[in-house]
């Protein structure tokens, strides 16, 4: 069993920058053995793909957010960052840590990012 739980969501004007972080407990060693990521849905959207770090194919990135949001990992404190720059009114959303073990995925209860234009 593996528990997420994302925090550092809040409002910040368009142009700021947040970081994000997803704490994993339970049953896991390393952080850095496992995919982890991040999605996001806006107010009547869906739940799309953001950002993963993954030992096996490296850090990828959605269009939207390419050159702009940067995934991290810190073993040691089992903690995922997503740092967030130049942020714009089309990031608005509520922001979900996710991982996968042993055919199984997780997910958190998410944070709230909004974005003020």
């Known amino acids: 069993q593996v528990q997420l739980v994302e925090s550092g969501g809040g409002l910040v004007q368009a142009g700021g920058s947040l970081r994000l972080s997803c704490v994993v407990s339970?049953?896991?060693?390393?952080?850095?053995?496992?995919?982890v990521g991040w999605h996001r849905q806006a107010p009547g959207k869906q739940r799309e793909f953001v950002a993963l770090?993954?030992?096996?194919?490296?850090?990828t990135y959605s269009g939207a957010v390419k050159g702009r949001f940067t995934i991290t990992r810190d073993n040691a404190k089992k903690t995922v960052y997503l740092d967030m720059n130049r942020l714009k009114p089309e990031d608005t959303g509520v922001y979900y840590c996710?991982?996968?073990?042993?055919?199984?995925?997780?997910w958190g209860q998410g944070t709230q990012v909004t974005v003020a234009s």
């Open positions: 996710i991982t996968s073990r042993l055919g199984v995925t997780y």
């Open positions: 770090a993954s030992s096996v194919d490296g850090n």
């Open positions: 339970g049953s896991i060693s390393s952080i850095n053995d496992i995919p």
